[in-house]
């Protein structure tokens, strides 16, 4: 956005506030660095204003005075606002905050607001507004104005020392209690409830801006100076009690030295990465620093791969199997292959270590291994396995999988596989070449999460596939929306042109199945039709599934 040009209007409502000559050379001094000016009372109304204020307002100074400056906001950015002129009464200065502003004919546009309160003058706060510059990035953002985790972490990156070479700090704060007493409120209640948190966390991080909600009840906020931890914590309890009904919170604020010292580009993405993510799911106090975070970060991902690689080395990995369905007779096609580690919950994130440390193409193997030797024992079924991009993408996976099958002859013909979209395939015409002989192999290839990767069009592009697994929350989003119901009708009239089966993924509720049966959706999986269990039926699920058949199977038990 262009900086607004010109002085256009004096003042709203000149006064004798301070002598003349001191009143011009303030003037003048704001002027050097801001676009508007505002003599503000202490509830934030405009009592005087100068400067570009049509370009900023859309008004002359007249229509402006007597009017609140939290008017012209975003409202996700006035319980900063108010947060901020609330602070200013008891501060001579406040800290510079990045605001949405709004005027009438055009979009919303960032401004900076910095001011000052005089103590020679009570009751007067002497606000400036200005053009950020650059341009701050838009971040992801909920209805308090907080940066989402993901766009926390990487503004936390970007500020890890202020302009003027200071070091800042990462304030962690955890406000148990907080998600419960929201839960208990009405949504318009729990917005103004999380705003208010929100503005208060905002008008203590640098430039307004640099604070995040990392977790249901833990925030994170980048400040150039450590937060008083007892006196944040005493605001965010009173806010709760306000507007949550008496509720009771805990609030707690640890601090983080942001110097990079001699930490890379990357060291310093992975501590980053791994404080934040361990304050939002671990109870335990963060550590001091970033060297101190980095150490943590690599100590507990060398020993994570040490035990994720002895699991798969011994086999001690456990495998669920889900029946995926015919949405229409209810009958099982064929099972997913799921896996189970020791020690955890959540399967999803121990493939994703795998992936990141680069020991998914071994688990794949070794899953494959599994499932084979199941198929030996189970001669009438047909189970899927999940193989990750970034194992496809390797030339001695492939190698080591086509021998795999070979040798496992007929027990192999029956596997059918899953492609996640992990991550993107650098060498396309090699993994298109490779997934087209697992199909003249005869075996079905399903392309998985479609709708969740980054990949999904571009992949069906280039690859020939037996099956498209539409991602649950896909599915889900299109009970109640017109427009994804209308995509998800579009991807099976696609998968009937080019000859490919539509499964629907995480179906839970009869809400859900019948938007599936609806839209023509053939195969379905989830909860509602078959929960994973850690055996195969006796009786088969199906003829083998090769190309060109399809599995009449048996009857899910319901």
């Known amino acids: 956005m262009p900086l607004p040009q010109g002085r256009d209007d004096a003042t709203a409502n000149p006064g004798d506030l301070v002598p003349r000559g001191e009143r011009d050379s303030f003037v003048a001094f704001a002027f050097a660095a801001a676009d508007v000016l505002l003599t503000l009372d202490e509830k934030g109304t405009i009592l005087e204003a100068q400067g570009a204020l049509r370009a900023f307002f859309g008004a002359a100074a007249a229509q402006l005075a007597g009017r609140a400056l939290t008017e012209f906001l975003l409202p996700a950015d006035q319980p900063l606002a108010e947060a901020i002129l609330a602070r200013a009464a008891r501060a001579t200065r406040f800290e510079r905050a990045v605001l949405s502003l709004v005027s009438p004919g055009r979009a919303a546009f960032p401004v900076v607001l910095g001011g000052c309160l005089v103590p020679s003058l009570p009751g007067r706060l002497f606000a400036s507004l200005s053009v950020p510059t650059p341009l701050p990035a838009p971040g992801n953002r909920d209805a308090a104005g907080l940066l989402d985790a993901e766009a926390f972490e990487a503004a936390a990156r970007a500020a890890t020392a202020a302009p003027d070479g200071r070091p800042r700090t990462l304030a962690l704060l955890r406000v148990r209690g907080l998600d419960q007493a929201a839960a208990k409120l009405s949504p318009e209640r729990r917005t103004r409830l999380l705003a208010r948190v929100g503005g208060t966390l905002r ?25 008083p931890s007892e006196e944040i914590a005493g605001e965010i309890a009173a806010i709760v009690a306000t507007h949550a009904d008496g509720a009771t919170v805990a609030a707690s604020v640890s601090a983080v030295d942001l110097a990079a010292g001699q930490l890379s580009e990357a060291g310093l993405a992975q501590a980053l990465a791994y404080t934040l993510r361990q304050f939002a799911t671990d109870a335990a106090a963060p550590p001091a620093s970033l060297s101190a975070g980095l150490a943590a970060a690599m100590d507990g991902t060398t020993s994570r791969l040490d035990a994720l690689r002895r699991t798969i080395r011994r086999d001690e990995f456990a495998v669920a199997f889900q029946p995926i369905v015919n949405i229409d007779t209810g009958h099982i096609h064929h099972f997913e292959a799921l896996a189970r580690f020791p020690g955890t919950t959540s399967p999803g994130a121990t493939i994703s270590f795998a992936e990141e440390v680069g020991v998914i193409a071994e688990f794949d193997l070794a899953m494959t291994r599994r499932v084979l030797r ?9 189970i899927a396995v999940n193989l990750s991009a970034r194992s496809v993408a390797q030339p001695g996976f492939r190698r080591q999988l086509l021998a795999l099958l070979a040798a496992h002859g007929t027990a192999a013909s029956r596997l059918v596989f899953e492609l996640t979209e992990s991550a993107m395939i650098d060498d396309m015409p090699a993994a298109v070449d490779f997934l087209r002989e697992l199909r003249r192999q005869g075996h079905r290839v399903c392309l998985d999460d479609f709708g969740a990767g980054r990949a999904g069009y571009g992949y069906l592009r280039r690859f020939e596939v037996d099956y498209v697994k539409i991602d649950g929350a896909f599915l889900r989003a299109a009970v109640h929306d017109r427009r994804e119901r209308a995509m998800l009708r579009s991807v099976i009239r696609l998968g009937a042109e080019l000859g490919f089966s539509v499964v629907g993924e995480m179906i839970e509720t009869e809400e859900e199945a019948a938007l599936a049966r609806s839209v023509g959706m053939a195969l379905g999986q989830g909860y509602l039709l078959g929960r994973p269990a850690a055996d195969l039926p006796c009786a088969p699920s199906s003829r083998p599934v090769a190309a060109g058949a399809e599995p009449r199977g048996t009857r899910v038990p319901g």
């Open 374 to 382: 199941q198929l030996e024992v189970a001669p009438r079924h047909a």
């Open 203 to 227: 008008t203590r991080a640098a430039d307004g801006d640099l604070a995040g909600r990392l977790g249901p009840d833990s925030f994170g906020v980048v400040t150039a100076a450590p937060l």
